[in-house]
C-alpha cells in the first residue's frame, strides 16, 4: 500500500482543438452570407494564440461569436481565451488578438495553494512549474480537494490529472 497519493491540477488546452475550431470557423466564414467576399480572416498565432480581421467591428464580433461557439462545441473552455484589445489595421481593417492561455499560472497557483490550506483538509501542496501538485496520505482526503477546487472559481479553465 502507498504511503501518499497524490494528482495534479492543471490547466491545458488541447491545440487541435483550437486549430480544428479554427478551421470550422474559416470554413463558416466562406459559407456566411454576411461574411463571403469580405477581408475577415482567423489565423494562428506564434503558438500563443489567434488573430482575428475584419472589415468591420461587427464583422469582428461576429467572428469572435463563431469562433467562441466552435470552442465550446469542441470542449475548450473560454476560461482560457484573454482579448487583447481592438487595433486599427491596415486597409480600414481591424483586428483583435486573442492569447489562449497554458498551464496555471505562479499568482494563480499561489491562490490556489493558498485556498486548499484554508480548507484545513490535512494535504500538502507543492507549485511544480505551471501546475500544482497536491499530496495526501487518504484517497478520500484527495477527492474532498478536488470537490473543494471544483466548487471554487479561480478564473481559469482547470482539470486534475496524474490521479495515484
Given at each position: 500500500m502507498a504511503d501518499n497519493y497524490s494528482f495534479d491540477i492543471t490547466s491545458k488546452v488541447a491545440w487541435q482543438e483550437v486549430k480544428n475550431a479554427m478551421d470550422q470557423t474559416t470554413k463558416e466564414i466562406?459559407?456566411?452570407?454576411?461574411?463571403?467576399?469580405?477581408k475577415s480572416?482567423?489565423?494562428?498565432?506564434?503558438e500563443k494564440g489567434v488573430i482575428i480581421k475584419a472589415d468591420d467591428?461587427?464583422?469582428?464580433?461576429?467572428l469572435i461569436d463563431i469562433f467562441q461557439a466552435k470552442l465550446v462545441k469542441r470542449g475548450?473552455?473560454?476560461?482560457a481565451l484573454v482579448y487583447e484589445?481592438?487595433?486599427k489595421a491596415l486597409g480600414d481593417t481591424v483586428r483583435q488578438e486573442i492569447t489562449i492561455l497554458q498551464g496555471i499560472a505562479s499568482e494563480k497557483a499561489k491562490e490556489i495553494t493558498k485556498a486548499i490550506r484554508d480548507s484545513k483538509l490535512?494535504?500538502?501542496?507543492?507549485?511544480?512549474?505551471?501546475?500544482?501538485?497536491?499530496?495526501?496520505k487518504d484517497k478520500d482526503q484527495l477527492q474532498?480537494?478536488?470537490?473543494?477546487?471544483?466548487?471554487?472559481?479561480?478564473?481559469?479553465?482547470?482539470?486534475?490529472?496524474?490521479?495515484r
Open positions: 466562406r459559407q456566411r452570407f454576411d461574411l463571403k467576399n469580405t480572416a482567423i489565423e494562428l498565432n506564434a467591428d461587427y464583422q469582428l464580433k461576429a475548450v473552455s473560454l476560461k484589445k481592438l487595433e490535512k494535504v500538502q501542496t507543492q507549485i511544480q512549474g505551471d501546475q500544482v501538485r497536491v499530496l495526501g474532498d480537494v478536488i470537490q473543494f477546487v471544483k466548487s471554487k472559481d479561480f478564473g481559469i479553465d482547470l482539470q486534475f490529472s496524474n490521479y
